[in-house]
């Protein structure tokens, strides 16, 4: 399994990113997709995950609205559009593979090697 | 939201065990996933379902999980065990990921 992220960068507050994460070495579209992000010297925060056939999604409360989690199966890549990004959105984003078709299993079982979103002005 | 509390850190001596807890209102019925993450890598899943080892996990590590709390133990401590630790749960009242604070196990 390999996850690997890119479209990190710096920004400014207001400002969008169009995070993508390439996904190989599994079926791809057997499998949920998450992203978790960390900001710096802080814990794991859960983003959004989005169900192997790409029906279902679901967010965080701190994101919902202003982040959309898409995938596109024939490409074997997903994504995470970021808009109106503020300041404490500012963290290493993880793409991560779930266990699971569903979009309702958390436990993850592969993570690519994480990608810095800066916001500021 | 649901929320999962961890202990900031946890110290153990070389070759003891370091129990690793993780409240959360009735955590028991729900299942438990825990992460190891080593210093600017990415997290590694030692433990899912409260107990289950993935391929490659050391027998040393174990969970369990009843009531309002989960646990993870590492037994026969070692050097290499120093890392960050984070449980996890599926909040289907919000559909929500959680994960727990964190723990930081520091190896004396």
């Known amino acids: 399994v390999q996850l690997l992220e890119s479209g990190g960068g710096s920004v400014q507050p207001g400002g969008s990113l169009r995070l993508s994460c390439a996904a190989s070495g599994f079926t791809f579209k057997n499998y949920a997709m998450n992203w978790v992000r960390q900001a710096p010297g802080k814990g794991l925060e859960w983003v959004s995950i989005i169900s192997g056939s790409g029906r279902d999604a679901h967010y965080a409360d701190s994101v919902q609205g202003r982040f959309t989690i898409s995938r596109d199966n024939s490409k074997n890549i997903f994504y995470l559009q970021m808009n109106s990004l503020r300041a404490e959105d500012t963290a290493v984003y993880y793409c991560a593979k779930g266990q699971d078709i569903a979009a309702t299993i958390a436990v993850i079982d592969n993570w690519g090697q994480g990608t810095l979103v800066t916001v500021s002005s | 939201s649901y929320v999962l509390t961890q202990p900031p850190s946890v110290s153990v001596a070389p070759k003891e065990t370091a129990t690793i807890p993780c409240g959360g209102n009735?955590?028991?019925?729900?299942?438990v996933h825990w992460y190891q993450q080593k210093p600017g890598q990415a997290p590694v899943l030692v433990i899912d379902y409260d107990s289950d080892r993935p391929s490659g996990i050391p027998e040393r590590f174990s969970g369990s999980n009843s009531g309002n709390m989960a646990t993870l133990t590492i037994s026969r401590v070692e050097a290499g065990d120093e890392a960050d630790y984070y449980c996890q749960v599926w909040d289907s009242d919000s559909n929500h990921g959680v994960f727990g604070t964190g723990t930081k196990v520091t190896v004396l």
């Open positions: 009735n955590i028991g019925r729900k299942s």
